[in-house]
């Protein structure tokens, strides 16, 4: 059984306390920084949307590169979908 870990990441100037096992703790503060990133660059091009607005563009940028990558035949698939699922969570958590 793994060891999991709390943390808490903040993504959009919002704080979650999420329970990931201690192996994926990197992985999500990583996407926790590109995901922030994404979010002051979505401001700044489109201002005056919501975060929610943000968050969800994110997400679909995201999912559709992972299309691409799924369709360009990516062997790496399984990293992709834990990624994605991660993601998913931190903004489900978000929403």
């Known amino acids: 059984m793994s060891d999991f870990a709390k943390i808490t990441v903040m993504i959009a100037n ?4 999420l ?3 201690k192996k994926d703790e990197q992985v999500i503060r990583d996407a ?3 995901i922030n990133s994404q979010v002051v660059e979505y401001q700044q091009r489109y201002k005056g949307k919501d975060v929610q607005d943000i968050l969800t563009m994110i997400l679909l940028n995201l999912a559709a590169s992972n299309g691409k990558e799924e369709s360009l035949g990516s062997h790496d698939m399984t990293a992709l979908q834990t990624r994605i ?3 998913n ?3 489900e958590k978000a929403v």
């Not at 919002?14 to 306390?17: A, H, I, Q, S």
């Open 89 to 91: 969570q931190l903004l």
């Open 19 to 21: 329970s990931v096992e």
């Open 14 to 17: 919002r704080k979650y306390t």
């Open 32 to 34: 926790t920084e590109r």
């Open 85 to 87: 699922e991660n993601i």
